[in-house]
C-alpha cells in the first residue's frame, strides 16, 4: 500500500508542487541528485568510479521537447570521460508520440557518443512502454550493438527476457512501477532477480548488477566466480547518494562500480520512484531530513 500511494504521489501535481517548492527538500535533493554535473562526473571519476548519467524528465507532450531532451544528451557528452554511459527514458524522446521519433532521437544520441567511447542504456518505465522498449533497443542494436537495456525484475517475464536478450548489454534492477500480474512482495522480487541474474551471468552478454541489497550483491558475485567472469565481465551499478562507502569498497577491490547519477530540474518524479522502489529508502530520505533540520 505505501508503494501504491507514493507512486500515485509521484503523478500527483498537487503534492509535487508542495515538495518540490520546500527549501528542506531541494536541500536533500542535491544529495541525491547532481546539480553541477561535470563537477560530479569529475569528482566520481577521480575516486575510481565509473558512472551513467540520467537527464531527469520523461513524457514529453510535443515534438519540440524531445528535440529538447536529445540536445540535452549531446550536450551532456561533451562533459563525459571515455568509459561513461548515458541512461536514457524513451517517453523523453517521444515514445508516447510515435515510437519512430524515440527511435530516431535514440539514434541520433547513439552516433554522438560512440566517437566518444561513451555507451547509452536505454532505461525501463511503466509496463505500457516495455514492448517499444524492446523493440527500439533491437532496432538500435543492428547498428549500435553496445547499447544496452534495463530489465525489471519486478515483472514476471524478466528472466525469459533476460534469456531473450544473451550477448547484450543488460542492466537488472528490481523496478520501480507497477503492472498488473507482476510481483509485489519483496520476496518474490528477489527470488525473481536472482533467477534474473543466473540468467544473465551464465550468458553470453554483459551484465550490469543494478542494486543496493547486500544479499543480492553476495549472489552476484558468487555466480560470476562460479561462471568463470572476471572483474572485467560485469559491472555493478548504484544510485548516486546511496552507499557510497560500499560504491568505493566494490571499486577499491577491482570491480567495476558504475554511479547512477541523475540530473536537471525535472527531479520529483525520479526521486518519489526511489522511495516507492523499497521502504526503507522512505525512512532513509527522513532520516536526511531530519539531519539537516
Known amino acids: 500500500m505505501l508503494r501504491q500511494a507514493l507512486l500515485a504521489v509521484s503523478r500527483s501535481a498537487r503534492a509535487e508542487r508542495v515538495i518540490s517548492t520546500s527549501p528542506l527538500t531541494r536541500a536533500v535533493v542535491r544529495r541525491y541528485v547532481?546539480?553541477?554535473?561535470?563537477?560530479t562526473?569529475?569528482?566520481l571519476t577521480r575516486r575510481g568510479l565509473l558512472v551513467?548519467?540520467?537527464h531527469l524528465g520523461e513524457d514529453v507532450h510535443?515534438?519540440?521537447?524531445?528535440?529538447?531532451?536529445?540536445?540535452?544528451?549531446?550536450?551532456?557528452?561533451?562533459?563525459l570521460p571515455e568509459g561513461s554511459d548515458v541512461s536514457v527514458k524513451l517517453t523523453a524522446l517521444g515514445l508516447r508520440l510515435s515510437e519512430q521519433l524515440a527511435l530516431d532521437n535514440a539514434a541520433t544520441i547513439c552516433e554522438a557518443a560512440a566517437p566518444r567511447g561513451i555507451t547509452l542504456t536505454l532505461d525501463a518505465e511503466e509496463h505500457d512502454t516495455i514492448p517499444g522498449l524492446h523493440s527500439i533497443h533491437a532496432t538500435l542494436r543492428k547498428e549500435h550493438p553496445s547499447v544496452g537495456v534495463v530489465v525489471q525484475a519486478y515483472l514476471r517475464d524478466a528472466a525469459e527476457r533476460c534469456a531473450k536478450l544473451d550477448g547484450a548489454r543488460v542492466r537488472l534492477c528490481k523496478g520501480a512501477y507497477t503492472a498488473p500480474g507482476a510481483h509485489t512482495s519483496a520476496a518474490d522480487i528477489d527470488r525473481s532477480y536472482a533467477r534474473c541474474l543466473r540468467v544473465l551471468m551464465s550468458g553470453t552478454g554483459y551484465p550490469m548488477v543494478a542494486t543496493h541489497d547486500p544479499r543480492l550483491l553476495s549472489?552476484?558475485?558468487?555466480?560470476?566466480?562460479?561462471?568463470?567472469?572476471?572483474?572485467?565481465?560485469?559491472?555493478?551499478?548504484?544510485?548516486?547518494?546511496?552507499?557510497?562507502?560500499?560504491?568505493?569498497?566494490?571499486?577499491?577491490?577491482?570491480?567495476?562500480?558504475?554511479?547512477?547519477?541523475p540530473y536537471g530540474a525535472d527531479w520529483?518524479?525520479?526521486?518519489?520512484?526511489r522511495l516507492a522502489e523499497r521502504p526503507a529508502n522512505l525512512a532513509f530520505f527522513a532520516r536526511s531530513l531530519l539531519s539537516r533540520g
Not at 62 to 79: I, K, S, T
Not at 220 to 229: C, D, I, P, Q, Y
Not at 232 to 255: C, H, K, S, T
Open 34 to 39: 547532481a546539480d553541477d554535473i561535470a563537477r
Open 52 to 54: 551513467t548519467v540520467d
Open 41 to 43: 562526473v569529475t569528482e
Open 268 to 273: 520529483y518524479a525520479y526521486l518519489m520512484r
Open 62 to 79: 510535443d515534438r519540440a521537447q524531445a528535440e529538447g531532451a536529445v540536445r540535452a544528451y549531446l550536450d551532456l557528452l561533451r562533459v
Open 219 to 261: 549472489v552476484a558475485a558468487t555466480l560470476a566466480v562460479l561462471e568463470g567472469r572476471d572483474h572485467n565481465g560485469f559491472e555493478y551499478q548504484m544510485l548516486y547518494g546511496v552507499r557510497p562507502d560500499e560504491q568505493e569498497r566494490l571499486a577499491a577491490q577491482g570491480a567495476r562500480m558504475r554511479v547512477y547519477v
